[in-house]
Each structure stands twice: as C-alpha cells, then as structure tokens.
C-alpha cells in the first residue's frame, strides 16, 4: 500500500488476508484503486468489506466472488462507492434482504455478477433489478430459485442489456424466456444453456439483431425451425454453442452458416443427427477458429475435408467419437490447418499415418489421443518426437509402460506435459435427453 499509483489490486484466494489486514487499505494511496479483486479470501467477513469501502471511494470494479456472506449492511455500505461500475458476487451466500439492499445502493453500476448464489429468489432479485435501470451486463447463471417473476422483471426494468447469462435458471418456462426478445433488443450476448427454450422463444429472440454469441446448449425443445429464425436474423453472430441439442439436423446448421457468415466459433457436440452437409455448409465460414463435432457419428473425412480447406483459421478442434473420421482427415487438416493448436481425436479412426501427418503442423500445442485403437506405440512415439510444440498430451494410460522412458523425458524436456487417462472404452453416444435426466438425477444426489 505503498504505491502511490495503485490502480488494480488483484488478491483471489489470499486467504491470509482477514478483515483486520483490509485496514491496511486505508492509507492515502488506496484513493487510486480502480480494481479490487478479492474474490475466493475467504477469511474476509462482511463486516471486513463494510469497513473496507470507505477506503476506495474511486472503484469502479469490485469482486467478491466467493468471499463472505452478502448482509444487508454490507450491501448499503457499498453506496460509498459512488463510482462503482462492476461488481462480482459470484457464488456468495445472500442473506435477507441482502440482494436488496444491493439494489437500493449500487444503483450506478453497469455489470453485476450473481451466478451460482444462494438466496437469490424473485422477491429481492425482482427489487434490486427495479432500482438498477442502467445495468448492461447481468449474470444469473445457475439461480435455481428463480422463476418467470424474476425474469419478467429483468426484462422490464432493464432494457438496454448487452449481455445476459442465465445457464441452467430451470424453472423459468418457455413463455417467459419469449420476454427477453421482446423487450432486450440491443443483447449482444445471451447465454440460455440448459433451458426450456423453443422454437417460439428462438423467434423472439431473432430481434436481438446485434447478438454476437448466442449459447443454448442442451435446449431439448428447439429444432431447425427455430435456428432459421436466428439465421435470417443475426448476421453478426460470432459464437454460438448447440451442444446437445438433439433436435437440430443439417438444415438448421445450414441456416445459421449461411446467414452468420462471420462466425468464429461453433459448437454441435452431440448433435448426432448432422451430417457432413453441415461440415460442407460450415466451411464457408472462413474466420471460424473453433469447432466441436464430439459425438457427431453421421460425419466423415469427407466433410472434415471441406473445413480444413475453408476454414483456415482453424485452431481448435474437438473431433472425437467421430467414428468416420480417419487418415485422410489427418492428412487434409496437415495440408490446409496450420493455425491448428489444439485436437481431440479420441475414438476416431486414425492411424499411425495419419497421427504422423498431423505432427507435422508446427503450431500444435495440445492434442488428446484416448482410445485410438489404430495406433501403435512406436507410431505414437515417432509423432510424439515430430512435433516439437506439444506442452500438453492426453493419452491413455496403456501406452505409459510401452514407451521408452527416455523418449517421454525428452519430450517432458521440450516443455510438454503427459496426462495419463484410465478412462474404459466406450463407444455408445447416450440420446440427449437420456443424459440431460443422468446428469439430472446427479445433481439431485
């Protein structure tokens, strides 16, 4: 605190730091602070941050992300901090009346974090999103409690939202998610993974023209008929994730490439309907960086091919249990993919040949190779020493006693890693409402 200058002060998971070292802030020079990140100190109390603030009157963002208790005094202290533009409460405990308290004193800020807290519920979340009209970033991602109420109260209040993130808000319907395109027209990002999302929401959701990345995976009610609503819509889309959305096939893939022709990155892990017509129809998409596929039986080299030719941008790759995918891939994404950095490739069907066709791409950094059934240890050895700039390797654990030790100390030499996996083999892609209900009854538990 000795720094005149100070203006970010970042001290996540310093749990040495307790409410009697935050006095240490109220020195002269603490007035310069702009950024204060305390997020995981867990020996902070509430009664810490409350003393704390009126040390800093010039921040403008504050996490305190997993740190203590939000009371209603701590949140009326925060009023202090007039300048306040952002602050992060993720995965904090809410007291009573602790949500509206924030509301009635941070009436200024712009961003506010509440993902993953407890005691967030309509009433005091509907309180605080009504005193909060600026607000232009709001995250509720994973507040179980909530419901329509809440969100029919975002979308009210808070129109001028650029960003929403909302995964997993499970008892919000579908009608009330319909609101959101209704009335937050100027959304730039919008996050309804693990929702009751439909096709009548998408359609609501094709007025958000300015959306940029857009994430409803493991939305079970939506198909092609709704994505050709945001295909039609959004131009500017930049990201968007479909992960399990079993519902969709290639024409609604199709639709979003062809009216999203800036996309970067893509995700269809588990979408097991589609095919190689929507690789084809991708790859007409030449800034796209990222590309999952995990899952997806029904695609080839083929269409593989065609991606690697188009997409030459090209970094990350999630191929795995693509079972139809095999050498001649390898040898297309060697050709064309030379920004390739990171792979996955477990369970495809690759060789030697084409394992040594990809070390041949200099940039390659990561590369997951669990269950290859095709390759041999002296194949994998011989890629393994090729590329030189590996830091990180997945592998199953079989091949650690088949390998020359000296050869893993030099490739460990190099600066790469090796991830052992002892993981069973299994080929069986579960339908995706067979695992939302697994993964369900887990959460339960």
């Not at 083929?302 to 390898?330: H, T």
């Not at 592998?395 to 030499?413: G, I, R, T, W, Y």
Request: charged fraction near 20%; hydrophobic fraction near 40%.
């Amino acid at each position: 605190m000795k720094l005149p200058n100070l203006q970010v002060l970042t001290l996540v998971g310093c749990i040495g730091i307790d409410d009697d070292a935050l006095g240490s802030l109220d020195k002269e020079c603490s007035k310069s602070l702009q950024v204060l990140d305390m997020s995981h100190c867990q020996n902070v109390t509430d009664v810490g941050v409350s003393s704390m603030v009126k040390s800093i009157p010039n921040l403008l963002e504050l996490n305190l992300s997993y740190c203590c208790p939000v009371t209603p005094s701590m949140g009326r202290s925060l009023q202090k901090i007039t300048k306040l533009r952002t602050l992060k409460l993720e995965g904090c405990k809410f007291m009573a009346d602790g949500l509206k308290a924030i509301g009635s004193s941070c009436v200024s800020i712009r961003e506010l974090s509440l993902s993953k807290c407890s005691g967030v519920a309509d009433t005091e979340l509907s309180f605080a999103v009504s005193k909060l009209k600026n607000l232009l970033k709001l995250d509720i991602t994973c507040c179980r409690n909530i419901t329509d109420v809440s969100v029919a109260a975002i979308t009210s209040s808070c129109t001028s939202l650029i960003s929403l993130r909302m995964e997993s808000c499970s008892h919000v319907s579908s009608g009330a998610l319909q609101l959101i395109g209704k009335h937050c027209p100027h959304l730039e990002e919008l996050d309804l993974t693990d929702s009751d999302l439909d096709d009548a929401g998408l359609k609501a959701l094709a007025r958000c023209s300015n959306l940029s990345s857009l994430k409803i995976g493991i939305c079970l009610r939506i198909s092609d008929e709704g994505l050709t609503h945001i295909g039609k819509s959004c131009p500017k889309l930049r990201d968007i994730d479909l992960y399990r959305c079993g519902g969709i096939s290639d024409d609604g893939v199709i639709q979003i490439a062809q009216g999203s022709p800036m996309l970067e990155s893509m995700n269809l892990s588990y979408c097991t309907e589609i095919t190689d017509r929507s690789l084809m129809s991708i790859s007409k998409c030449t800034k796209l960086n990222t590309l999952e596929i995990r899952g997806c039986p029904r695609v080839s080299s083929a269409g593989l091919s065609e991606i690697a030719m188009g997409c030459r941008l090209l970094s990350k790759l999630d191929i795995k249990k693509c079972f139809e995918i095999n050498d001649v891939g390898m040898l297309y994404l060697s050709q064309f993919s030379h920004c390739l950095r990171q792979i996955n490739l477990s369970y495809c069907s690759v060789t030697d040949i084409g394992l040594l066709s990809l070390s041949s791409i200099c940039g390659l950094q990561n590369m997951t190779i669990v269950h290859l059934a095709g390759i041999t240890p002296n194949g994998l050895t011989a890629a393994l020493m090729v590329c030189g700039g590996l830091t990180k390797v997945k592998l199953h654990e079989a091949f650690k006693s088949m390998m020359p030790p000296h050869m893993l100390k030099n490739v460990e030499a190099r600066g790469c890693m090796f991830q052992w996996i002892n993981k069973p083999f299994k080929v069986e892609v579960e339908p995706c409402d067979v695992w939302k209900q697994q993964s369900q009854d887990v959460l339960v538990r």
